[in-house]
């Protein structure tokens, strides 16, 4: 069914109508017959992301500002965010949880400069962060025995190309193209080599097989709606056992250093972080665990994600003009839903324009304050990206999709 306004500018595009009939028309359907309700929140960022429902500034009051990390309060709050991590993760008992600096771009490049280089590595990319991370791997460190696994936006590449002889270095949620690996029965269980996988846009919203997995980094700021800054890097025994059987020939700095006189440096892994961290973020983050505890822990907060998934479904199955950018239905992301516009409008579009038709449908939901932050990625093709991770009410999302609508049919009417 088409809500009223949609069919009123399908009335509008197929007559020809004096111009004071028009303007009134137009009026009628831009300002009066606006979808009635706004989401009661328009955040749909995909990072930072929302904040959890019913967060406050007030409950940072306990965090122990001013105070040493090193502190015993200091380091029973840092240790307490990894203990808790570790249990509502359901982690292997002999999994270590981290917090370093640098968000999950400073977890992925300490994995990256303190593991590779002990032998071959498959780099496995289909959207910036995965890309990011093979400039990293081949113009950083310059390593020469480097497999590029990749694929263009939308699409996985071919998972059964990765060789378990080697390291393989993906991305769980490719934040930028809304396409995730659906499982991980391609990863072999008696692999010679280690998983590195950036798991930031995953983490929290996705049942993740932590056997398969010997280093996963993650950060606070998006499923669980936290704060920046502060990366999370999680262990296995084989990720510890090359950390401290492999030096790597280059140098490095003490913030991405693991390991000490060929030894783990344990204390990173109980609270003993390598720099001072925030202590108000850390608040945050436990605040964010105590709220996940409410809803149900993990599977609590995966539900809710692929609740609103179902959502944006339900709404892409019965609309024309729009569709998942990811080609695979297994593979469409439940927190970072990325769409493409498919109407005939929009596909004959040139690409400039597809892009300026595209920003506009998003920058006028953010002045009518019913969406932010919902264009997509400046690398990714023309589109929308909407968060649908935990932190998101599945109500907000339906009460967005009729906004959506309402926004493609007046970009439709000023392009076309
Ligand atoms: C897949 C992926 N990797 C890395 C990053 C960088 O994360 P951060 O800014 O927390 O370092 C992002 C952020 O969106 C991401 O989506």
Known sequence: MLDFSRKLSIFRRGLTLPNEVSAILEGIGENIMLPEKKPAS????????????????????????????RAAIGKSRLKEAIDRTH??????????????????????????????GDRGVDMMAWESFGSGWITDVTKQ???????????????????????????????WNGTT??????????????????TICDATSAAFAMDLPWDKLDVTTFSWQKVIGGEGAHGIIVLSPRAV???????PPWPLPKIFRLTKNGKLISGIFKGATINTPSMLCVEDYLDALNWADSVGGLQGLIKRSADNLDVLKNWVKKTDWVDFLAVVPQTVSNTSVCLKITADWFVALSDDDQTAAAKKLASILDEKDVAYDIGSYRDAPAGLRIWGGSTIEASDLEALTPWLNWAHDEVRNTFK
Do not use: Q
Not at 45 to 60: D, E, I, Q, Y
Not at 87 to 116: F, H, N, Q, R
Not at 177 to 194: E, M, Q, T
Not at 241 to 247: D, H, Q
């Open 42 to 69: 328009p955040l749909f960022s995909s990072g930072p992301c929302a904040k959890r429902p019913g967060w406050t500034v007030k409950n940072l009051e306990n965090a122990p500002l001013g105070r040493s990390h």
């Open 87 to 116: 249990a509502m993760l359901g982690l292997p008992e002999d999994y270590l949880v981290g917090i370093v600096p640098g968000s999950d771009t400073g977890a992925v490049e300490m994995a990256l400069w303190s593991l590779l």
């Open 141 to 171: 460190l310059k390593l020469d025995d480097v497999r590029k696994i990749e694929a263009p936006y939308g699409e996985l590449p071919d998972l059964s190309l990765v060789d378990a002889a080697r390291d393989v270095v993906f991305t």
């Open 177 to 194: 193209s809304g396409v995730k690996v659906p499982n991980g029965d391609w990863i072999a269980d008696n692999r010679a080599g280690l």
């Open 241 to 247: 056992e090359r950390l401290e059987n492999y030096t």
